[in-house]
């Protein structure tokens, strides 16, 4: 039972990146997925949710309009796609299961915003 993320990296300020995270071990269509992040020196963050089926999508007040959330259920992989970032987008970003009580983690994929 994994998560498994990537697509992490530097990126100047305006830029973008697409986070994926692949999942095994469990039913991966009956699981809303969210991803979370942690800045440096700060807590942890929730970021956005999907629904079991992606017809719902759910975001940070912060992220909204620059962020998009999807999936693909047969690929059992979720899709953060980041755009407009900002250095205040710096951090590590995790996916997890669960859309507020987050029960399986991945190992987290750095993202770095700086010019």
């Known amino acids: 039972v994994q998560l498994v993320e990537s697509g992490g990296g530097l990126v100047q300020p305006g830029g973008s990146l697409r986070l994926s995270c692949v999942a095994s071990g469990f039913t991966f269509r009956d699981t809303y997925m969210s991803w979370v992040r942690q800045a440096p020196g700060k807590g942890l963050e929730w970021v956005s949710a999907?629904?079991?089926?992606?017809?719902?999508?759910y975001y940070l007040d912060s992220v909204k309009g620059r962020f998009t959330i999807s999936r693909d259920n047969a690929k059992n992989t979720v899709y953060l796609q980041m755009n407009s970032l900002k250095s205040e987008d710096t951090a590590l970003y995790y996916c997890a299961t669960g859309l507020s009580a987050f029960v399986l983690w991945g190992q987290g994929t750095q993202v770095t915003v700086s010019s």
């Open positions: 999907i629904s079991n089926d992606g017809s719902s999508a």
